[in-house]
């Protein structure tokens, strides 16, 4: 039961720390993360054919954050951060994890879930997992499937466990395959091929599209995809009904727990690839399957407003929307995406895409609403990354954070709800693609890639090379990135170089 705004504030006055405001109300938090979705890829971004009605009402009514970044320009490191709070390049082995990756997160580490839980929030995953699963040496996905998100802070999941584009095509909820069937056993590889059905290498396979290189393997629902898997018949996807299946669970898991805080962490299949979408919305962006399935994502947000609307939630619920890296622009399956970027930048105006540390990697839309706490119709130019999550919701639920929790997690609670502060949340973020190196350290309007360079720094390396080669980007003067002026400010590359391997080194970089 929901714990009256009356008994907060009685609470509140006999305790020994007084609460806050925030602490007193404790919103519901829906953290809606998207899959590959540019900065460009939705109306209030600046996007023009495709359509986004429902998104552009969210932001309407919040705000439109326009220096967010992903921590990371590819799906499991970023991921990693956003649970963790801290940077995924500190622990080897975050690069994109295959679909048989034992769980990537020691359980008993404190997550975002497992301080909401501590904080009294029933916490659920919806969605895209892409964390590993299970234990070494590859996740067995017969019988429990366990550590995973369970063991991590969720009350309740319902996820794909990898990627859409990679085996085993099958959802899992809480600990178990959906659909399982004992008599049908689920066997995955991501070396050599298993089993004797078809493959999209098979000169005879009829594929709904052709899978580019490294999607060749096993065929399910007319798609081929990364890795082989045999069995599991009855539990495999349609990948036309995954954004509803997906909107579902979302709802449901709102209804059933209305009554008390809840924790919804939404992270959508849309708009990976491969971008398959439902025949009802085909054609309607004018802009491919990539619009199309632009649109099925904004239906989806819309019947997760709807739904808070319904049951009258809105106004104690604190909304994110945002993206796991920038808009991916090299679709793999042969859907004609690749041709179409010209009527829609999926990035905008930003250099490159996901996988990339220029800006088109890693910025991305992020939108903020929380009625009476967040203006609505603002837009805001604070620095923020998705590694702050952790001590961000930590500071607004009232839990303080062991010191090492969330290393690298900053509380950026005042600029999401918009306080005018005379230092910005943050001063600089380390940015990153998908391994330990290279990093991009953001500073300011200042932004440092490093093209060379290791987790820990060789220090032979450094002493033959002491400034490691690198781009350095004004992006308040050069936001596209077309100046590179390491060469012109070099005291100033070798001040950030510096930084950036004191960041590295010290394993931590939260102030308190
Ligand atoms: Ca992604």
Not at 246 to 259: D, P, R
Not at 269 to 294: K, L, N, Y
Not at 349 to 354: A, Q
């Amino acid at each position: 039961m929901k714990v009256p705004l009356t008994l907060f504030a009685l609470l509140a006055t006999i305790g020994a720390q007084p609460l806050t405001a925030a602490e007193m109300v404790k919103p519901n938090i829906v953290y809606i993360l998207t899959d590959d979705l540019g900065y460009g890829d939705i109306g209030c971004y600046g996007a023009t054919k495709v359509k986004t009605p429902n998104l552009d009402r969210l932001a309407s009514q919040g705000c439109r954050f326009t220096d967010a970044h992903a921590t990371a320009s590819v799906c499991t490191p970023t991921r990693y951060a956003l649970l963790t709070g801290c940077y995924a390049w500190r622990q080897a082995g975050t690069g994109i994890a295959a679909g048989d990756q034992p769980l990537l997160i020691k359980p008993g580490t404190t997550t975002l879930p497992s301080m909401l839980q501590n904080a009294g929030y029933k916490t659920g995953l919806v969605g895209k997992w892409h964390l590993g699963l299970g234990t070494p040496p590859h996740t067995d996905f017969n019988g429990e499937i366990k550590p995973g998100p369970l063991q991590l802070g969720f009350d309740y999941a319902f996820f794909i466990p990898a990627t859409g584009d990679r085996v085993p095509c099958v959802f899992v909820e809480n600990h178990r395959v959906v659909g399982y069937d004992p008599a049908d056993p689920i066997r995955v590889s991501y070396g050599k091929k298993i089993g004797d059905e078809i493959t999209g290498a098979d000169p005879g396979a009829k594929l709904k599209i052709q899978g580019g290189p490294g999607h060749k393997d096993s065929v399910v629902n007319g798609i081929s995809r990364i890795g082989f898997m045999t069995g599991g018949a009855a539990a495999r996807w349609v990948d036309e009904d995954i954004a509803d299946t997906l909107t579902t669970k979302a709802v449901k898991f709102i209804e059933s727990n209305q009554a008390v805080p809840f924790f919804l962490y939404l992270a959508t299949h849309d708009i990976h690839e491969p971008m398959v979408p439902h025949p009802r919305f085909r054609g309607t962006s004018g802009c491919g399957w990539r619009g199309d399935a632009i649109h099925q994502l904004d239906w989806c947000v819309g019947e997760v407003l709807a739904t808070l609307d319904r049951l009258k939630l809105t106004d104690n619920t604190l909304v994110i929307f945002t993206s796991d890296n920038g808009g991916a622009i090299k679709n793999t399956y042969d859907d004609g995406t690749n041709a179409l970027h010209s009527l829609q930048a999926p990035n905008g105006t930003l250099r490159d895409f996901k996988s990339s540390l220029y800006e088109g990697g890693h910025r991305v839309p992020f939108i903020a609403r929380w009625p009476g706490h967040i203006k609505p119709g603002g837009a805001s130019g604070e620095l923020i990354g998705h590694v702050d999550a952790l001590a961000t919701f930590a500071a607004l639920t009232g839990q303080s954070l062991e010191p090492a929790a969330g290393p690298d997690s900053f509380n950026v609670l005042p600029a999401l709800l918009g306080e005018k502060n005379p230092q910005p949340a943050r001063d600089h973020l380390v940015l990153q693609n998908n391994g330990e190196a290279p990093l991009a350290l953001r500073e300011g309007n200042w932004i440092l890639i490093q093209q060379t360079g290791g987790r820990t720094p060789n220090k032979k390396i450094l002493a033959n090379n002491p400034q490691p080669a690198c781009e350095l980007y004004d992006l308040a003067a050069d936001p596209a990135q077309l100046i590179n002026l390491a060469a012109k400010e070099p005291a100033r590359a070798k001040t950030m170089a510096a930084r950036l391997d004191g960041l590295r080194m010290q394993g931590r970089s939260r102030p308190d």
